[in-house]
């Protein structure tokens, strides 16, 4: 019996991809493309993932460094009493992004998501139409229209995010928007 490929970079992209899929399908499609890859691919990537997060013979953050080598960066951050470690890596797809996992004392993984590159242009959007998918992450959006209130997602690597913003005309309104792994998908109201 030949042993499983291993888990990679490219798959793990697969895995971000498949969970955008519910919303940006064409954004999605044409990733998929430039990845070189197919649909049965990235479902095979998102299979193999969903049975590496329910094996019992590795946590969270091993299985992070395990499928994505060594961090890029790894920071100290303090949050409230406790002081919580993010470790970052590049993702090919999304060169101005990093995928960052930050984890607790004792190893446990308290956030997963994409977050802009050190140096990278931040966007700046300004008005409601400014927001378009894949543009901002949750916190470049909430820090635009601030004050936002964060709200849980509808599955665990997805955020939804309560602000108030103008439109092209001014007009400002309250504004949900759906982000998955951290980056922006669409408005949802």
Known sequence: ?????????????????????????????????????????????????Q???????????????????????????RIGDLTAEAATWPVPL????????????????WNAWLVRAPGAPSPAPRTVEDLTPWSCTVDETARAFAPARPMEGTAPTRWQLAFTAPDASGRREEHVADFTWGLFQRLIR
């Open 51 to 77: 049975a590496m997060l329910h094996s019992p013979r590795r946590g969270a953050g091993p299985r992070y460094r395990s499928v994505l080598g060594p961090p890029e960066s790894v920071t100290r951050r």
């Open 94 to 109: 999304w060169p101005d992004l990093r995928f960052e996992v930050l984890t607790a004392p004792g190893g446990a993984v």
């Open 1 to 49: 019996m030949t042993a499983p490929a291993p888990f990679t970079p490219l798959d793990f992209q697969l895995v971000l991809l498949r969970r955008m899929a519910d919303h940006q399908p064409g954004l999605v499609e044409d990733a998929v493309r430039r990845l070189g890859v197919t649909r049965a691919e990235m479902r095979e990537a998102n299979r193999r993932w």
